[in-house]
């Protein structure tokens, strides 16, 4: 069986590993965002590739979600010494080796695409995993401040700004530009089952989607495609996608969030043109929710309701097996 999964970061990840061990003989192409993608002290960080390659490859700070395990910030506190930031982005000296040989590689003239192959050779996720282009897009946040409104990247928006300074846009930058990376369109027309994990719909899915010819593709795979909620009972699972769908008019419900993807062939929710997913036809077949949220309906697409607590690798594995049931394959 051949599944693709478009992921974010943390979210995606853990569902990826109840993947991986409901599947353990599938051939599974994780298309990752790369809109969160920053340049800090001339490095390249690409914190969702790296997230999913660390947490596929067993080197993830199972504490914190994202980075690696028995991690040490000694360069971060000798920069801080200096008074050289940002102070707000947790860059760990393991980590820091693979932004060195990411950045290294693509001076180099390699793409991202060859670059991440490359870094998961040490990893061994056992799937393949692709960004969703090579071109540069990058994810900013449109504020509202005392001297007028002006853009900030993602990340501090998310991690200095805790998310706390109400967004009035979110803008895939360079993705009116971009193409699909090598590889991307065929693991969506050749794949038995498209999944989206429950990652962000807006700054995840969201600036995979906006990437022209992917949101084309994904209507037109013939393989179902079944997404899980990232929310429960009115609030996100974890992070703060609520501030991210207030900016796109976009309700914290796993139902405005169904329609936001919107069923194939009954289009998708207004909403977030920048942010990608609600902008053009609807990509869902099936959509599970949260038993807290039994009673959902979705136009034109099957919802179903069970427990989508991913407490443990077992407990994931029973959210894949109900996305395979009711994706019919």
């Keep these: 069986m051949k599944i693709t999964a478009l992921a974010g970061g943390i979210g995606g990840s853990r569902f990826l590993l109840g993947a991986r061990a409901a599947l353990p003989d599938a051939e599974i192409t994780v298309i990752g965002n790369t809109g969160d993608d920053i340049t800090l002290h001339g490095l390249r960080i690409c914190p969702d590739l790296d997230t999913v390659m660390y947490t596929l490859g067993g080197g993830i700070s199972t504490e914190r979600g994202w980075g690696r395990h028995a991690e040490t910030f000694t360069v971060a506190d000798e920069l801080a010494a200096y008074g050289v930031g940002p102070a707000w982005f947790g860059l760990g000296d393991r980590d820091l080796a693979t932004h ?13 695409t060859d670059v991440t192959a490359a870094l998961c050779q040490r990893w061994k996720p056992g799937l393949r995993l692709l960004p969703m282009s090579d071109d540069r897009v990058e994810t900013h946040v449109v504020i509202e401040t005392d001297e007028g409104r002006r853009a900030v990247h993602f990340q501090e928006w998310w991690l200095r700004m805790r998310a706390a300074t109400p967004a009035r846009e979110i803008i895939s930058v360079g993705a009116e530009k971009a193409r699909p990376a090598p590889g991307v369109l065929d693991a969506l027309a050749n794949a038995d089952l498209v999944l989206l994990p429950p990652s962000n719909p807006v700054v995840s899915i969201g600036s995979i989607l906006a990437v022209p ?34 900016a796109i008019s976009v309700a914290t419900t796993a139902g405005a969030v169904g ?50 607590l991913m407490t443990d690798v077992e407990a994931t594995v029973e959210i894949v097996r109900a996305a395979l049931e009711l994706a019919g394959v």
């Design 100 to 112: 060195l040989v990411r950045t290294q590689m693509l001076a180099a003239g390699y793409s991202l």
């Design 259 to 308: 329609a936001h993807y919107g069923g194939r062939g009954h289009g998708a929710a207004a909403g977030g043109a920048g942010a990608g997913a609600g902008a053009g036809g609807g990509i869902l077949d099936g959509w599970l929710v949260d038993t807290a949220d039994t009673g959902t309906e979705v136009p034109g697409v099957t919802v179903k309701a069970r427990p989508l």
């Design 213 to 246: 010819g992917l949101r084309d593709a994904l209507i037109g795979t013939p393989a179902p495609v079944v997404g899980v909620s990232p929310i429960i009972s009115g609030a996100p699972v974890r992070g703060m996608a609520d501030a991210c769908l207030r």
